[in-house]
Structure formats: C-alpha cells, structure tokens
C-alpha cells in the first residue's frame, strides 16, 4: 500500500507551525514587531549592510572586492605550499608538475622585477599598511627569490623535494641548509597583514555608524569562504572582529550564522521595493530563528541553560599535540600557536582560511584604538627579510 499522511495527522501538524495563520508563525510575527526598530546588520562573504530600523534607508559597506594588495599578498602566501604541493603531486606521478614548476619559477622571476615601494606605495596604497612599504617589498621579493631559487634546484636534485627536508630547511627553519626566513613565517606574515587592512577598515567603518550594539540583531549570511566553513562563531573571523569592535556589548545570542540566507548584491538595494523587502526577509529569518529562545526559558527555567561560547580558543604549549578549535596567538612571539593556526585552518574543513590571521590583529586592533600602527605583525614586525636574497644550498 502507498502511503500517504493522513489529512488529520498533517492538520494537526500545520496547525501549529508550516502555514501563514499557524501558532507558531503567529507568535514570530509578534515577537518580531517588537524588534522592528532595532538596527540589525547583515554580513555577506564580501559586504556589509546596515539596516538601521524604523524604515531608515541601510548604509553598506564593501571589504572584500576593495581590498587592495589581497591578491598580491595572497599569491605571495601561497608559495610557502606551493613547493610541498608540487612535490606531492610528483610523488603522486602527475606528468605535468615538472612544466608547472617551471611556470611557477618564471612567474616568481616576473613579479620580482615589477615589485617595489613605489608600486606598495602609490599604485596598492592601503593606508593601514603606511610605513610598511619597504618591508612588504622586501618580503615579496625575498619570498618570489627562495622560490625559484628552491625549484631550480630542485628540478636539477629532485632529492630536495623530502617532505623531512623541506620542512626543517624551507618550512621550519630548524635544518641544516634552513632558510634566513622560513616560509612559515611569510606566510604568517602574509596573513596578518592582509586582515590588517581588512580589520582596520571594517572597524573604522563600524564605528562610524553610532551603531546600538546592545539592541543590535547581527546575520552572518550566506557562505563564507570554503563551502564547509564559518558556520560557528568559533570559525567565522566576522564573529570574533564585530564582538570586539563593540567593546564586548554585542550580545552573543543575537548574532546568527545563517549559511543558507538569501544572498544580497549591494547594486539592488539601490531599488527602495527591493531593500524593504530584503529587510523584512532578513528580519523574519532573525526573529524566527529566535522565537523559540523565549519560550524555552519559560518553559524549563529549572534546567541548564545553553550558552554561546565566545572565548573558546585553546592555548598550545610544546606538549601540545592536537586541538579541538583555533589556537589562541598571546603574542607576536608565540610561533607555535601562529603556525598552529596555520595548520588548523588547512587540515579543518569547517574553518575560513582567513582565521589563520584574524584573531592576534583584531585584538591588537581593538586594543590600541585601531591604530594598525602599534600592532605588532606575526612573522614580519621582529624578522628582517633579506634584500637581493638568493640563497644556494650544499648539494
């Protein structure tokens, strides 16, 4: 016999939630209107809108698509992985890593030749990086040279692609023929100083908004970086950057992490039809997704009651060997926890990429104003990238 749901039992199930006149949805409705007038802020992958409340037109902000020098630094960061990759895929027999070295080899020679403080200057001129330029270029260049030098050398003495070697003279720093500057720390280096000026600029924004953190309703929508990532507020960096750039008086409960939301292209609010219904959408996924908080403590007062954990962010010690989430950087010195990081947001799914850089400068960031001058760079601030660098190991 086919089955089908019996009319009565789906009567009785609609009746209280799934249809516009349930108790459920009746019960949403109203306690959303008590929040009409609450400013609430929806946080795409690469934008920011602020919908005041009371009908007010919203106010956004792009961080992402603007962002000067990412691309720069990004594809220098990537080096540091590229070497161990090509050496993996050789070891996996992919014909091609061979030509793909050699492409890599000549793109580092190219981008050497273009890099300079002028062009960090005047044509990148991220104004959180002010002062900076020289190093950044220094960097680069010292990054660009190690590869190429690595890969020619390693094309001629394919022995030099040991995953132990590599990581004790190239990753680590702690071998033999170890580098001045291992790729650990300019990729560390590379990270923070991308979040940096993204950091920097969202929280210059934020504040200039007069924003009632209190009452505010925060909606991480949408995705946000890897399919599999920033569903926690643990592993989304916009959780940690807003809950300190309020001075901790954004309540937790408030903000969602809504992965599946509607997405929200920054040119169609410019249609007033548009962005009202776009508010009020955000709004009921919000107080819907909240409606049965209120109920819960009505209901069981007397039994445990959940908390979002904010601080959860374990510290690593040399006898650390696994964790459970993101390691906490205590300072610019604290190299195993900044590498950790590293390896964290490679090896778990569910992390963004930019939580490797992301928590030490938003700290930082917070704690000095938002002054990225006094902010102390893992991997860059105390380490001196040679200039004209071109190392030569024994064979």
Not at 69 to 91: D, W
Not at 175 to 192: E, I, K, Q, R
Not at 201 to 225: C, D, F, P, T
Not at 232 to 243: A, E, F, G
Request: glycine share 6%; hydrophobic share 40%.
């Amino acid at each position: 016999m086919r089955y089908e749901t019996h009319p009565e039992f789906k009567m009785l199930f609609e009746l209280f939630t799934s249809t516009p006149n349930s108790i459920g949805t009746q019960l949403q409705r109203r306690l959303g209107a008590a929040h009409a007038d609450d400013p609430l802020l929806v946080a795409t992958g690469s934008d920011l809108v602020l919908f005041p409340g009371s009908g007010q037109p919203p106010v956004t902000e792009s961080f992402r698509l603007s962002t000067r020098g990412f691309f720069e630094l990004t594809g220098v960061s990537h080096l540091g992985i590229a070497i161990p990759y090509l050496a993996r895929l050789r070891e996996a027999g992919f014909a091609g890593w061979e030509s793909h070295a050699r492409a890599l080899i000549t793109q580092c020679h190219s981008v050497r030749h273009v890099n300079s403080i002028a062009y960090w200057r005047d044509t990148v001129a991220v104004e959180a990086w002010a002062g900076l330029e020289d190093k950044i270029t220094d960097l680069i260049d010292y990054s660009c040279a190690v590869t190429a030098d690595y890969l020619e050398r390693s094309l001629a003495d394919p022995t030099l692609f040991d995953f132990e070697y590599m990581r004790a003279n190239l990753l680590e720093g702690d071998g033999p023929d170890a580098l001045p500057v291992p790729l650990n720390d300019m990729m560390a280096a590379t990270f923070a100083l991308v979040f940096l000026d993204t950091g920097y600029r969202i929280i210059n924004w934020l504040h200039a908004q007069n924003i009632r953190w209190e009452r505010l309703m925060v909606m991480i929508s949408g995705r946000a970086g890897r399919p599999t990532a920033g569903v926690t507020w643990q592993t989304n960096s916009m959780c940690h950057l807003l809950y300190q750039a309020s001075a901790r008086k954004l309540n937790p409960e408030r903000l969602l992490i809504a992965p599946h939301a509607p997405g929200l292209v920054l040119r169609e609010l410019a249609s007033p039809e548009f962005c009202a219904r776009a508010e009020a959408d955000y709004r009921h996924i919000w107080y819907s997704s909240l409606s049965s908080v209120e109920m819960s403590r009505l209901m069981w007062p007397d039994y445990p009651a959940f908390t979002k954990a904010v601080e959860a962010a374990p510290v690593v010690d040399p006898e650390t060997r696994t964790v459970t989430e993101i390691p906490m950087v205590r300072s610019v010195h604290d190299r195993r926890a900044i590498i950790s990081r590293l390896r964290h947001v490679m090896e778990d799914p569910a992390q963004q990429i930019a939580m490797a850089g992301s928590q030490f400068m938003i700290d930082q960031l917070c704690a000095n104003g938002n002054r990225p001058e006094l902010v102390e760079i893992p991997g860059f601030t105390h380490i001196h990238y040679p200039k004209g660098y071109a190392q030569r190991y024994a064979s």
